[in-house]
């Protein structure tokens, strides 16, 4: 059973390089539609679900900053009680923290079902007392990232570095914010591949081999229905 955590660089052929994964190894992306499928494990309906992820977060300003504001994210309802006494539906309005500790219950989850492949939303972090969890971080040059979201994006050379930049600003601040960590951390990570130079094909080969040396502890695990 195999369970992947990938951090990325945006424009790093990390997408192409998830699929090729899941397709070849079997695995499931952590995703909406994985979340609603562990969301009664959480107790959240599956309609409901928040995937506040790096794409999701946006950056506080400096008052916000400064006064310690939490920015709603989201609201959702829950249903508490047992059978003798009923049940009521409670409505609740997520904060961005607590919609971090959200997905944080449910990448939880999702480990205990095997074979997924979880990208982004600080799985490395999350998951890195499980012995037998591979974290992965996909890396390339910036210049190369730079022609694959041009190419990818239909971006302009100017509009595609900005992009490039606010989103690695972004996506650090997320971890560091709520997570407590640098994702260029290599510490956080089994294997830090540069597509850059060892391409797709050779990125997955490493992944592969680096799976093949990681311990398997016996551990109970739960059937996940994705028909």
């Known amino acids: 059973m195999t369970v992947i955590t990938m951090s990325r660089q945006i424009g790093s052929g990390s997408d ?3 699929t090729r994964l899941c397709s070849e190894l079997g695995l499931i992306q952590f995703d909406k539609r994985l979340m609603a499928r562990v969301a009664n494990e ?5 309609g409901e679900i928040i995937d506040y992820s790096e794409t ?7 008052f916000e900053v400064l006064f310690r504001r939490s920015r709603p994210v989201a609201e959702f309802s829950t249903w508490v009680g047992n059978p003798a006494a009923g049940y009521e539906r409670r409505t609740r309005v997520l904060d961005e923290a607590g919609a971090v500790d959200l997905i944080r219950a449910t990448v939880i989850k999702a ?3 095997d074979n997924i492949l979880i990208v ?5 972090v999350i998951l890195e007392d499980k012995p037998d969890v591979l ?3 996909v890396v390339a040059p910036f210049e190369e990232r730079l022609r694959r979201m041009q190419e990818s994006q239909n971006m302009t050379p100017s ?3 900005r992009y490039l930049q606010e ?8 971890l560091r914010n709520f997570h407590h960590v640098d994702p260029d951390d290599a510490s956080l990570y089994h294997l830090v591949v540069n597509t850059g130079k060892l391409g797709i094909e050779g990125a997955l080969g490493l992944v592969k081999q680096a799976l093949e040396v990681m311990p398997h502890p016996g551990r109970q695990t739960l059937t996940l229905g994705l028909g």
């Open 120 to 124: 982004g939303r600080g799985g490395q």
């Open 16 to 18: 192409e390089l998830a």
């Open 42 to 46: 959480v107790g959240i309906t599956p």
């Open 167 to 174: 989103i690695d600003s972004t996506s650090a601040e997320y």
């Open 111 to 113: 480990y205990e079902q």
């Open 159 to 161: 509009q595609a570095r």
């Open 135 to 137: 974290h992965v971080r």
């Open 56 to 62: 999701e977060y946006q950056r506080r300003g400096f």
